[in-house]
């Protein structure tokens, strides 16, 4: 059983930093790949739409956001990539300090 999460942040309203922020995924460096895998996250896209960014994340039965954060933090290349990347990245409104992709409320699913 797969659990899946979706998340949300903005980009700033820079067409030369989206177009890099775009480039830096078209190849994520291979140990950021690494740590998503490890974490128990089966699956991952990112959609763009102007600066608001939807992340979709498909998740083992034991991932968990805590261990996935504690890991990273330990981490000196998954926090040197956050770090790049918050140069492109705008926190949203109602973010915490330090708080960058925000868990998004499920409020229709299709029942088949």
């Known amino acids: 059983m ?13 067409p030369k930093l989206i177009a890099e922020y775009k480039r830096y995924h078209e190849q994520v460096w291979p140990e950021i790949v690494q740590s998503i895998k490890d974490s128990g996250i089966l699956d991952m896209e990112i ?13 083992t039965e034991e991932f968990s956001f805590e261990a996935k954060t504690e890991a990273d933090r330990r981490n000196p290349k998954v926090q040197e990539w956050e ?6 990245q705008k926190a949203l409104p109602q973010a915490k300090l330090g708080e960058k992709w925000m868990r998004m409320e499920r409020i229709f699913k299709l029942q088949v």
């Open 83 to 88: 770090n790049l990347m918050w140069k492109f």
């Open 2 to 14: 797969h659990r899946r999460f979706c998340l949300t942040l903005d980009l700033k309203d820079d």
């Open 47 to 59: 959609y763009l739409l102007g600066t608001r960014m939807f992340m979709i994340m498909e998740v």
